[in-house]
T-cell receptor
Framework: DVKVTQSSRYLVKRTGEKVFLECVQDMDHENMFWYRQDPGLGLRLIYFSYDVKMKEKGDIPEGYSVSREKKERFSLILESASTNQTSMYLC???????????FGQGTRLTVV | EDQVTQSPEALRLQEGESSSLNCSYTVSGLRGLFWYRQDPGKGPEFLFTLYSAGEEKEKERLKATLTKKESFLHITAPKPEDSATYLCAVQGATNAGKSTFGDGTTLTVKP
C-alpha cells in the first residue's frame, strides 16, 4: 500500500516561531508537493519539487521555504509563523506529472 | 490559465437517490483529469484518472465520464458512507506539473 506520511496531525505554534513540517513517501516518486487548504479557497500550491534539491514556487510561496535533501523526504518551513498561516497543510507525491497524486493525512497547524 | 469549476457546492441526497457531480474545466492541452474523495480532516484520496474525451471509469457506486469541456461523477444508489467532499483536478500540458483543483462538491447522503 502506497504511503505519504506527514510528521504531525496537529500542531500549535506561536507567532514568530520557525516551523518545520515533514513529509515522507515510500513510493520512490520524483515529484512532491506542499498545499494548504482553507475553507472557501480550496487547495493552493505552495511549492513543489521534481527532483532532489530541486524546487519550484507554487501559487502562494511567500512566507514559506522548502527542502528536499533526499528523494523520499520533502520539508516545508515556515520561517516566522504568522496567524494567517493557520491552515491545513497537505503533502502529496506523484510518479510523473500526468498520473494521480497521493496525499498525506494532513497537518492542522494553528498559529497563536 | 487552467480553470476548474465544480457544481453544485453542496448536494444532499437520500440513501439510494442517484445523482451527478459536475466538473467544468478549461485547460491548455489536457494531460489528465483526476477525481479525489476527501473525508473531513483527512487528505484527499484518489478515485479516478481520465485522459481523453469519451473515457469512462467505474468503481463500486461511482462512475466518472469525460468530455472536452467537463467531467461528471455519477453516483448510483448512494449510501451514507459515500458522504464526503469530491474534488476534481486537471493537469495541463503547459503548467509545469501544477495541477489545478476545483473547490469541491460536498456530498451528504442521509439514511
Amino acid at each position: 500500500d502506497v504511503k505519504v506520511t506527514q510528521s504531525s496531525r496537529y500542531l500549535v505554534k506561536r507567532t514568530g516561531e520557525k516551523v518545520f513540517l515533514e513529509c515522507v513517501q515510500d513510493m520512490d516518486h520524483e515529484n512532491m508537493f506542499w498545499y494548504r487548504q482553507d475553507p472557501g479557497l480550496g487547495l493552493r500550491l505552495i511549492y513543489f519539487s521534481y527532483d532532489v534539491k530541486m524546487k519550484e514556487k507554487g501559487d502562494i510561496p511567500e512566507g514559506y521555504s522548502v527542502s528536499r535533501e533526499k528523494k523520499e523526504r520533502f520539508s516545508l518551513i515556515l520561517e516566522s509563523a504568522s496567524t494567517n498561516q493557520t491552515s491545513m497543510y497537505l503533502c502529496a507525491s506523484r510518479r510523473i506529472l500526468d498520473t494521480e497524486a497521493f496525499f498525506g493525512q494532513g497537518t492542522r497547524l494553528t498559529v497563536v | 490559465e487552467d480553470q476548474v469549476t465544480q457544481s453544485p457546492e453542496a448536494l444532499r441526497l437520500q440513501e439510494g437517490e442517484s445523482s451527478s457531480l459536475n466538473c467544468s474545466y478549461t485547460v491548455s492541452g489536457l494531460r489528465g483529469l483526476f477525481w479525489y474523495r476527501q473525508d473531513p480532516g483527512k487528505g484527499p484520496e484518489f478515485l479516478f484518472t481520465l485522459y481523453s474525451a469519451g473515457e469512462e471509469k467505474e468503481k463500486e457506486r461511482l462512475k466518472a465520464t469525460l468530455t472536452k469541456k467537463e467531467s461528471f461523477l455519477h453516483i448510483t444508489a448512494p449510501k451514507p458512507e459515500d458522504s464526503a467532499t469530491y474534488l476534481c483536478a486537471v493537469q495541463g500540458a503547459t503548467n509545469a506539473g501544477k495541477s489545478t483543483f476545483g473547490d469541491g462538491t460536498t456530498l451528504t447522503v442521509k439514511p
